[in-house]
């Protein structure tokens, strides 16, 4: 059973930084995909970044060049650094997973695993 836990949401003025992390236990991480997602109050869940420890990183558009996924094989920890934040960036902020990759999908529907997520909100 894969479990996850973030970590190091909080409350930032625009242009900021906030770096996630999340915990990843009960599975080896090397064979899970990974992401990040947000939802927005209203809104439904969107994907953010995607990773797999043998293939690409992905991106949603609306965060490419700000944000960056990555993974600390050492911690088998899942982190997402977000750089220049802006208020349309607030969100409840989730990490997820899935057995699968390299190839990661992007869309929340083939993640079976959720975290239980942590808020992020930017001001103008």
């Known amino acids: 059973q894969v479990q996850l836990q973030e970590s190091g949401g909080g409350s930032v003025q625009a242009g900021g930084s906030l770096r996630l992390s999340c915990a990843i236990s009960?599975?080896?991480?090397?064979?899970?995909?990974m992401g990040w997602f947000r939802q927005a109050p209203g809104k439904e869940r969107e994907g953010v970044a995607t990773?797999?420890?043998?293939?690409?990183?992905t991106y949603a558009g609306s965060v490419k060049g700000r944000f960056t996924i990555s993974l600390d094989n050492a911690k088998n920890t899942l982190y997402l650094q977000m750089n220049s934040l802006r208020p349309e960036d607030t969100a409840m902020y989730y990490c997820?997973?899935?057995?699968?990759?390299?190839?990661?999908?992007?869309?929340?529907?083939?993640?079976?695993?959720w975290g239980q997520g942590t808020q992020v909100t930017v001001s103008s």
């Open positions: 990773i797999h420890s043998a293939g690409p990183t």
């Open positions: 009960g599975y080896p991480y090397s064979r899970l995909c």
């Open positions: 997820a997973a899935y057995r699968g990759g390299p190839i990661c999908a992007s869309g929340r529907l083939l993640y079976d695993y």
